[in-house]
């Protein structure tokens, strides 16, 4: 398991042409206080929905916050790889 503040196995889940906060966290540009918010709101996360969407399929997942988490997986190359993640209230996202 990833350590927090390690990024080393980020680039294998996360495409480069990432957006939103997916290419945030490739990147490494998160503070502890962000990745402490994160692992909360992940520790139990509850999935709501799935759908095929124009850009690759659409995972939407009710975080421990009670915020919504959406998560759009492509397949490039030989794996499937998360291309856009956004987590918040519906207005904040």
Known sequence: MTQSGN??????????KAKGTARTVRM???????????KESFAQPKF????NVSTGIQYTFETAKGEKAV????KEGQN???KD??????KDR
Not at 7 to 16: H, K, M
Not at 48 to 51: A, D, I, K, N, V
Not at 71 to 74: N, P, R, T
């Open 80 to 82: 499937f790889v998360i």
């Open 71 to 74: 998560f759009v997986v492509a």
């Open 7 to 16: 990024y080393a196995q980020a680039e294998e889940v996360i495409s480069p």
């Open 48 to 51: 709501l929905s799935g759908r």
């Open 85 to 90: 993640l956004k987590i918040g209230s519906d």
């Open 28 to 38: 490494g540009d998160l503070s502890d206080e962000t990745i402490a918010s994160y």
